[in-house]
C-alpha cells in the first residue's frame, strides 16, 4: 500500500469514451426492434444484423437527427459531411467480421462538457467527437464456451470521446453523470445505465506532477453507473501507483471493473487504431447535411441543465438541492414552471419538497410525477404560506399529489389535514392547557424569561387539536394569555 505521501506526488490523467444508445425505433442500419430489453435473446434481429449474403445496410434517419441533437447539448459543430468506415477486428458477436463506424469523418467535432464538483467547482472538459456506429451483440460465457446473443448488434450508437482533461475520480463521476444528463434532456437516449443505454470506458494514466507527459494509460471497460466510474479511477490510480514505485512498468491493456470487489482486472493487451483495419464502407453514401439541415434537427432540443441552474441562480437553493432536482428533468420542469407561474417562494418550496422526497424515496413511494400540472403545485405551497396546512402534512399532499387529478386542498380535506386558524377554537383549547396544574411550571418559567418553555405548551396544544391548530397562532395565543396571569 502506497503511503498518502507519496499519493500526493502524483497527478491522475482521464479521457472518456461514452457509448450513448440512441433512442430510435428501429437498429441502425436495418428494421429490426431496437429494444432489446428483456426480450429472449436473438429474438429482435433481422437478416442485416446477421450479416447474410446480400443484405445491404440502410441508414436509420432518426439516428442522424438525434446525432444532430446530442451535438447541440455538446456545444459541437455538426459536420456538413460525414462517412462510414468498416472496423475489421475479430468480433465473435457481429457475424458479417467487421463493425461499421465513422472514423475518418465523424458527425460531430469538437464541443464540452461543464460539470459541477462536490466541492461546488466546475471542471471544463473538452469533447474531441463523436461518431455513430453500431453496437455488437452480447456474448455470455459459461466455462469453456460461450453463447451469443444477436439481439443488440445493429444498435444505434453515438460515442463521446472526451479530451483527457479530468484529473480526478470525483471529476469523473461528475462528468459521467452531466454527460447522462445532457443526453437524456435532449432526448437522444433514454439513458436506461442498468440495461447499458449509456456504457463508460475510463481512460486514465498516472505520471508526477509537473510532468510534461502522460503516463501509459490503462482502459477500464463498460461501466454502466457513477459510482463505478469514480470507484474504478481511483483504483486504477492507486495501482499504477504501486506498479511505478516498485520500479515496475504500467502496461496499456483493457482492464474490466469487477465492482463487488471494487478492483480492475486485467482483460487483453490495448489495441490501437493501428490493430484495427479499417477502410470506407461501401454500401452506404455519406451524410451530406446543409446548415439548413442541422438547423432543423436541432430546433426542438429543450432546455438543458445548464439553463435550470441559471434560471434558479437567485432561488438560494442549495447545491444539492438543485443537483438533485436535475437527477430527474420532469422534477424540474415543474419546479421551473411554478417559478415562472408563482414566483422564487414557491418554486423553493416545491424544489425541496421534491428534493426531500427523492433523497427519502422508498418502495412505497413514487416519484414518477404523472401530475405535471405547476398550478396544483403552486397552489399547495401557497396553502403552506397561508397556513392552511403544516409544513409537514403539505409533504404528505405532496406525495400523493404527484399522481393525483385532486386538488392539493380536496387531497388535505379527504386526508383531515387542513390546520385550524379560527382563534376563537384554538383560544379555548389554549385556556384549557393554562388551567392545567401540568402546565404551571412551563408558565412560570416563560414569566422568567425562559421562552423556550412554549414548546411544551405549543405541543399541548397540537395534540388536544390532533395537530389541526396553527401553531404560530397557538404560540401567539398562549403569550398573550400567560402575560395576562
Same mark, same amino acid.
Not at 446480400?54 to 442522424?64: C, D, I, T
Not at 471529476?171 to 445505465?193: C, N, Q, R
Not at 437567485?314 to 447545491?319: C, I, K, V
Not at 423556550?452 to 405541543?459: E, R, S
Given at each position: 500500500?502506497?503511503?498518502?505521501?507519496?499519493?500526493?506526488?502524483?497527478?491522475?490523467?482521464?479521457?472518456?469514451?461514452?457509448?450513448?444508445?440512441?433512442?430510435?425505433?428501429?437498429?441502425?442500419?436495418?428494421?429490426?426492434?431496437?429494444?432489446?430489453?428483456?426480450?429472449?435473446?436473438?429474438?429482435?434481429?433481422?437478416?442485416?444484423?446477421?450479416?447474410?449474403?446480400?443484405?445491404?445496410?440502410?441508414?436509420?434517419?432518426?439516428?442522424?437527427?438525434?446525432?444532430?441533437?446530442?451535438?447541440?447539448?455538446?456545444?459541437?459543430?455538426?459536420?456538413?459531411?460525414?462517412?462510414?468506415?468498416?472496423?475489421?477486428?475479430?468480433?465473435?458477436?457481429?457475424?458479417?467480421?467487421?463493425?461499421?463506424?465513422?472514423?475518418?469523418?465523424?458527425?460531430?467535432?469538437?464541443?464540452?462538457?461543464?460539470?459541477?464538483?462536490?466541492?461546488?467547482?466546475?471542471?471544463?472538459?473538452?469533447?474531441?467527437?463523436?461518431?455513430?456506429? +453500431?453496437?455488437?451483440?452480447?456474448?455470455?460465457?459459461?466455462?469453456?464456451?460461450?453463447?451469443?446473443?444477436?439481439?443488440?448488434?445493429?444498435?444505434?450508437?453515438?460515442?463521446?470521446?472526451?479530451?483527457?482533461?479530468?484529473?480526478?475520480?470525483?471529476?469523473?463521476?461528475?462528468?459521467?453523470?452531466?454527460?447522462?444528463?445532457?443526453?437524456?434532456?435532449?432526448?437522444?437516449?433514454?439513458?436506461?445505465?442498468?440495461?447499458?443505454?449509456?456504457?463508460?470506458?475510463?481512460?486514465?494514466?498516472?505520471?508526477?506532477?509537473?510532468?510534461? +507527459?502522460?503516463?501509459?494509460?490503462?482502459?477500464?471497460?463498460?461501466?454502466?453507473?457513477?459510482?463505478?466510474?469514480?470507484?474504478?479511477? +481511483?483504483?486504477?490510480?492507486?495501482?499504477?501507483?504501486?506498479?511505478?514505485?516498485?520500479?515496475?512498468?504500467?502496461?496499456?491493456?483493457?482492464?474490466?471493473?469487477?465492482?463487488?470487489?471494487?478492483?480492475?482486472?486485467?482483460?487483453?493487451?490495448?489495441?490501437?487504431?493501428?490493430?484495427?483495419?479499417?477502410?470506407?464502407?461501401?454500401?452506404?453514401?455519406?451524410?451530406?447535411?446543409?446548415?439548413?439541415?442541422?438547423?432543423?434537427?436541432?430546433?426542438?432540443?429543450?432546455?438543458?441543465?445548464?439553463?435550470?441552474?441559471?434560471?434558479?441562480?437567485?432561488?438560494?437553493?442549495?447545491?444539492?438541492?438543485?443537483?438533485?432536482?436535475?437527477?430527474?428533468?420532469?422534477?424540474?420542469?415543474?419546479?421551473?414552471?411554478?417559478?415562472?407561474?408563482?414566483?422564487?417562494?414557491?418554486?423553493?418550496?416545491?424544489?425541496?419538497?421534491?428534493?426531500?422526497?427523492?433523497?427519502?424515496?422508498?418502495?412505497?413511494?413514487?416519484?414518477?410525477?404523472?401530475?405535471?400540472?405547476?398550478?396544483?403545485?403552486?397552489?399547495?405551497?401557497?396553502?403552506?404560506?397561508?397556513?392552511?396546512?403544516?409544513?409537514?402534512?403539505?409533504?404528505?399532499?405532496?406525495?400523493?399529489?404527484?399522481?393525483?387529478?385532486?386538488?392539493?386542498?380536496?387531497?388535505?380535506?379527504?386526508?383531515?389535514?387542513?390546520?385550524?386558524?379560527? +382563534?376563537?377554537?384554538?383560544?379555548?383549547?389554549?385556556?384549557?392547557?393554562?388551567?392545567?396544574?401540568?402546565?404551571?411550571?412551563?408558565?412560570?418559567?416563560?414569566?422568567?424569561?425562559?421562552?423556550?418553555?412554549?414548546?411544551?405548551?405549543?405541543?399541548?396544544?397540537?395534540?388536544?387539536?390532533?395537530?389541526?391548530?396553527?401553531?404560530?397562532?397557538?404560540?401567539?395565543?398562549?403569550?398573550?394569555?400567560?402575560?395576562?396571569?
Amino acid at each position: 500500500m502506497v503511503s498518502q505521501d507519496v499519493l500526493d506526488t502524483y497527478e491522475m490523467t482521464i479521457g472518456i469514451e461514452c457509448h450513448v444508445q440512441l433512442d430510435t425505433v428501429s437498429k441502425l442500419f436495418s428494421g429490426a426492434d431496437n429494444d432489446a430489453r428483456d426480450k429472449s435473446p436473438n429474438s429482435v434481429t433481422n437478416p442485416v444484423d446477421f450479416g447474410l449474403p446480400g443484405m445491404l445496410p440502410v441508414l436509420n434517419k432518426r439516428a442522424v437527427e438525434l446525432a444532430a441533437k446530442a451535438g447541440a447539448a455538446l456545444q459541437s459543430d455538426i459536420a456538413h459531411v460525414s462517412r462510414f468506415d468498416r472496423k475489421h477486428y475479430f468480433y465473435p458477436d457481429l457475424p458479417k467480421g467487421y463493425q461499421i463506424s465513422q472514423l475518418y469523418q465523424p458527425i460531430i467535432v469538437g464541443g464540452k462538457v461543464e460539470a459541477q464538483l462536490p466541492n461546488g467547482e466546475t471542471i471544463s472538459v473538452r469533447i474531441h467527437h463523436a461518431h455513430l456506429e +453500431e453496437d455488437a451483440g452480447k456474448l455470455t460465457h459459461y466455462g469453456s464456451y460461450s453463447l451469443v446473443d444477436l439481439n443488440r448488434a445493429g444498435t444505434p450508437l453515438i460515442e463521446i470521446v472526451s479530451e483527457p482533461d479530468i484529473h480526478s475520480a470525483a471529476g469523473a463521476k461528475a462528468f459521467a453523470s452531466e454527460l447522462h444528463k445532457l443526453m437524456t434532456y435532449a432526448g437522444v437516449t433514454i439513458g436506461d445505465l442498468y440495461h447499458g443505454n449509456m456504457r463508460f470506458d475510463v481512460n486514465i494514466s498516472v505520471a508526477k506532477k509537473g510532468s510534461n +507527459e502522460l503516463g501509459t494509460r490503462a482502459e477500464v471497460k463498460n461501466l454502466n453507473s457513477f459510482r463505478s466510474v469514480e470507484r474504478a479511477a +481511483e483504483y486504477e490510480f492507486n495501482r499504477q501507483i504501486e506498479v511505478i514505485e516498485k520500479g515496475e512498468a504500467v502496461v496499456q491493456e483493457t482492464r474490466g471493473w469487477d465492482e463487488a470487489a471494487g478492483r480492475t482486472t486485467s482483460q487483453r493487451s490495448k489495441a490501437d487504431a493501428q490493430d484495427y483495419r479499417y477502410m470506407p464502407d461501401p454500401d452506404i453514401p455519406p451524410i451530406i447535411l446543409s446548415d439548413e439541415d442541422i438547423a432543423r434537427m436541432q430546433a426542438d432540443v429543450p432546455l438543458m441543465p445548464a439553463d435550470f441552474r441559471s434560471a434558479w441562480n437567485d432561488m438560494a437553493l442549495d447545491r444539492s438541492v438543485i443537483e438533485t432536482l436535475l437527477e430527474k428533468r420532469d422534477h424540474a420542469q415543474i419546479v421551473l414552471d411554478v417559478q415562472q407561474l408563482a414566483g422564487d417562494d414557491h418554486a423553493r418550496r416545491v424544489a425541496h419538497w421534491f428534493a426531500s422526497a427523492m433523497s427519502q424515496q422508498d418502495d412505497s413511494v413514487s416519484l414518477v410525477a404523472t401530475n405535471r400540472d405547476a398550478k396544483s403545485y403552486a397552489e399547495l405551497a401557497s396553502m403552506v404560506a397561508a397556513n392552511e396546512l403544516s409544513s409537514t402534512a403539505a409533504k404528505d399532499v405532496f406525495v400523493e399529489l404527484l399522481a393525483s387529478s385532486k386538488s392539493p386542498k380536496a387531497i388535505a380535506e379527504q386526508r383531515n389535514l387542513l390546520q385550524v386558524s379560527d +382563534e376563537s377554537a384554538i383560544l379555548a383549547i389554549v385556556d384549557a392547557i393554562l388551567s392545567d396544574p401540568a402546565s404551571q411550571q412551563s408558565i412560570q418559567d416563560i414569566k422568567d424569561g425562559q421562552d423556550k418553555a412554549i414548546g411544551y405548551l405549543v405541543g399541548q396544544v397540537m395534540k388536544r387539536s390532533a395537530g389541526k391548530a396553527n401553531p404560530a397562532l397557538a404560540g401567539d395565543l398562549l403569550r398573550r394569555r400567560i402575560a395576562d396571569i
